[in-house]
C-alpha cells in the first residue's frame, strides 16, 4: 500500500520546492568541509574560500574520515552531504605526507559526483594580509567579474578542467538584469607554467574617463594563492552530455492585466479599489473610552490634544 | 588596445573573459614581479569586459543603470536534472478522448433554498445535502433504512474513491518521475515476500493460563495484587501435591497401596539382576582360594617343575571342583586337607 506523504507546515513546502529540479537554474551552492588531517594554511584557505562565498556556501568543520572523493566508496558521505545541503559544489580541504595542503574541488549532478579537481595550495596569502582602502572592499553577494590568462587554460587538459571548475566556483549567482554600479570585485587567475595557477582577488575602482566606459583599475584585497595541478577526474561522457541540456524554451512569465488586440493594438486593464466613504474614520467615537469621558470629548472638542501639539510646536 | 581587444575572448553572460595567447616569456623571478604583472594584465581584461558591458543597452533606475546580460557562451554543467514533464492523469485522457473542455466556472450561484448567493464549494455552499431537512420518501425505498445515513455512507464512498484515484495518478507520475516536489510516496506496509504465516488463533484456556502467569509475577506471588472486576481466579498456580489416605478403606486406601507396591516393584525390577545367587557366589569364591594358593607354589619352585606342577594340580583341581559346588560341606572338608 503506499500513501501521500506531504509536508505538515509550509516552510517546509516551500523549502522543498526550492529544492525541486528547475528549467532555469539560478546557481549552485557550495558545501566546505575537511579530513582529519588540516594544515593551518589549509584551515585558512578555507574560511577565507567561505568568507567570499559567504551567501551561497555551507561550511562544515568536523573531522569527516570516511570521505575520500577519488577513491570508489569514499563517495556516499560526500553525496550525501550534498543531499542534505542542497549543495553543488564542494570544497574538500585535507593535508598529508604526500599531498600536503590539498584542496580537492568537486561538483555534483542530481547530488552524484560529477567531476573533480585536485589541486595543492602555495604561498597562501590570507585576506587580513592585504592593507587597502576600505572604501573599495567588494560588497557580499556582489557580481564578480573573472578574468583566465594565459595559454595554459587551452593547452594543458588539467588547467582546461580546473578553469571550468573555477568559473562554475567563482562565478556568483546567475542573473538577467545587472546592476552597474554593483560592480565591485575581480578575480585574476594566471596560469603561470603548465600546472601552476595563481589566483587572485582583487576589488575594483572605476574612474571616470570621459565616455561611458569607466576606467577600472584593480586593487589587491585578497586572498591570494598558487594552485598546483595534481589529480583530475573528468565526467564520464554520457553524464557530461545529460548535465549539459539546457531547457529549449523558458517558461514565460504571464503578464496580468495586458492583452493584445488587433485593432487597439496593446490593451490593458486598470482596476480601482472602491472608495470606502461609508466607512471612514470618524474622531472621538472609539468604543474603548468610557462613555462619559467620550461624551466629554465630544463636547469640549479636541482642546488637549490640542494644547499638547502646542506645546510640541513651542520646543 | 582594440587590437589586445580583438584577441580576448569575452563571455558577458559569466562576466569572464579569457586570454588565450598570453604567455610569460620568462617568469618574473620575485613573487612581487608575478603579482604585479598578473594584476596589470587582469585589468587590461576586466577592462574588455567593462566596455563592451557599459555599451549594453541600459534602462535607468533609482539604484542606477541596470543592463540586461546576453546568456553565456561557456556552457556550464547543470547542478539538477531538467523538470520532466508530469504524465496525463486517467481524467485527463478521458477528457481528451472525449473532447470534454475546462470550462470557467463562477465561484458563488445563486441559492433557491434560502435565497442567497452561496460558494460553488466549501462550508456553507449551494445546495447542501447537510441542510435538506426531509426526505421525501419514494416507492423503491427499502423499509427501515435510513436515508439521511445512506446519504452519508455514500458521500464517504466516493471521497474513498476519489482518494484512490489520486493515489493510482501519483503513482504513474512517481514512476515518470515527475512527483511533485513537495509529495513523498511512503510505504504504508512493507511487501511480503514468501507466504506469511497463518495468525494463530489463541483459546480462552491459554489465555487463561497467560494471565494467570502474569497476576502471579510479582513478588508476593500475586496475592496481594488488587483484582480486577470479573477476573476469575487464576486457574494453574505451579505443580500440586496429593496426600492419600494411609488407611485401608474401600476406595482411596487401597490406591495407596497400590500407589507404594507399584514404586516398589519398579524398583525391583530394575535391580532384578543383581539379587545374591548363592551357587554363583561359592564358586566364585572357591575359584578365588586355588588361585592363590596356586601363586604361592609357584613362587618356590623351579620353571620346569612349575610347568608339572601346574598340569597335575589342574586335573587334580578339576575333580574337587565339581564335587563342592553341590554341597557347602564337602568345600569345608577339602579345606581341612
Known sequence: MLKAKTPKKGRIKRELEKRAPKLVETGKKTLILQGTKMSRVLNAVLADLYHLKRESAIRY???????????????????????????SIFLYGSTSKKRPDNLVIGRTYDHHIYDLVEVGVENFKPISSFTYDKKVAPHVGSKPFIAFLGEGFESVDELKHLKEVLLDLLRGEVVENLNLTGLDRAYVCTAVSSNRVFLTHCAIRLKKSGTIVPHVELVEVGPSMDLVARRHRLPNESLRKEAMKTAKDRPKKKIKNVSADAIQGKVGKIYIPDQKIGDMALPNKSKGVKRERREAKMKNGNKERASKKQKEDSE | MDTEQQQYEVDLGHLMSFDPHHHFPSVPSSREDLVEECVRKGTDLVQAIVVSLFNLPSTEDVDGPLVKLPSP???LPREKHLPKPKPPTKWELFAKAKG???????KVLWDEQ????KRRYGYDRVNDDEDIPIIEAKMTDEPGEDPFAKRKAEKKKRVVKQEKNRLQNLKQAAKAGALPSHIQLAATALPITGTPAAPKMVTKDELGNVAGLAATATASGGKFDKKLPGEKPVKKQGKHRKFLPVVEG??????????????????FSQ???????????????????????KNQQ???????????????PMKVKNKPNKKPVKGGKASLSKKAK
Do not use: M
Open chain 1, 61 to 87: 568543520t568536523r573531522k569527516n574520515d570516511n570521505i575520500r572523493p577519488f577513491e570508489s566508496g569514499g563517495e556516499s558521505s560526500l553525496e550525501f552531504f550534498s543531499q542534505k545541503t542542497d549543495c
Open chain 2, 114 to 117: 434560502t435565497g442567497a448567493w
Open chain 2, 73 to 75: 557562451t561557456t556552457k
Open chain 2, 100 to 106: 470534454i473542455k475546462k470550462r470557467k466556472k463562477d
Open chain 2, 298 to 312: 609357584g613362587k618356590s619352585s623351579t620353571p620346569s617343575s612349575k610347568l608339572k606342577a601346574n598340569s597335575k
Open chain 2, 271 to 293: 535391580h532384578s539382576h543383581e539379587i545374591l545367587n548363592v551357587d554363583k557366589a561359592v564358586s566364585k569364591y572357591t575359584v578365588k582360594k586355588e588361585k592363590s594358593r
Open chain 2, 250 to 267: 474401600a476406595g482411596i486406601g487401597r490406591q495407596e497401596k497400590e500407589q507404594t507396591d507399584k514404586v516398589l516393584s519398579k524398583i
